[in-house]
């Protein structure tokens, strides 16, 4: 069975994300973004063997401490090929209006939709959600979707960046997430959890 600890960190409260298998302890860490040394405790404390790092999208926030998670387990990092070129670009992840320019370690494998990632036991499948960035991934296992910045609380992530697009992540929202069954709980990259049958009910931006 999947496992999520979901830990606010850095000043974009930001959520980094570990999901581990309970059968062997094998864990993905999601969105390194800030604080890494804190994940990296609480990882440790766990008894948790990391075997992937893995980004939901290429935005400095979500970003940040790759290298650090890189250092400190030496496990493939990946990310969807459209937001690759973020990594190592401040201008494109945005860190560069930030003041503090973030460029993390180039990724080692691409993920697409449709691929199957492993997680000890558990298999997630992934959906392509690009709108808020081009190559935004979800994640779906266990009646778990972990979302990125594509669906909030009641709310959608930003689309008034560059290469942002509202459209495309109001129809990516309604056809792959809005899809899934409406107790899928849903863990977004800030705020609180929610489901799909919440967001299909209260969400103002995107109706089913
Ligand atoms: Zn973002
Ligand atoms: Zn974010």
């Known amino acids: 069975m999947l496992r999520i600890h979901s830990l606010e960190v ?11 298998c309970d059968e062997t302890r ?3 860490w999601f969105d390194p973004g800030a604080e890494g040394d804190t994940i990296l405790r609480w990882i440790k404390s766990n008894d948790l063997i990391v075997t992937r790092i893995v980004n939901t999208h290429g935005h400095c926030d979500h970003i940040a401490d790759n290298g650090f ?11 969807h090929p459209l937001d690759r070129p973020k990594l190592t670009n401040p201008v494109l992840n945005l860190s560069v209006y930030t003041g503090i320019e973030v460029v993390s370690p180039d990724a080692d494998e691409e993920l697409n939709e449709g691929d199957l990632l492993k997680c000890g036991n558990v298999e997630f499948k992934l959906f ?4 808020h960035s081009p190559g935004s991934l979800v994640f779906n296992a266990d009646g778990l979707l972990i979302a990125g910045d ?7 992530g930003r689309t008034d960046f560059p290469d ?10 309604r056809t792959k997430i809005y899809m899934l069954p409406d107790e899928t709980k849903v863990y977004p990259g800030h705020g609180d959890p929610t489901t799909v049958g919440h967001e299909k009910r209260y969400n103002p931006y995107v109706r089913p």
Do not use: Y
């Not at 594509?150 to 959608?156: A, I, K, Q």
């Open 26 to 28: 094998e864990a993905i």
């Open 10 to 20: 850095g000043p974009f409260a930001m959520n980094t994300i570990v999901a581990w």
């Open 128 to 131: 392509h959600v690009p709108g």
């Open 150 to 156: 594509t669906l909030f609380n009641e709310s959608v």
């Open 164 to 173: 942002s697009s509202e459209s495309d992540l109001h129809s990516a929202i």
């Open 69 to 79: 998670a890189k250092a400190a387990f030496n496990v493939p990092l990946c990310i």
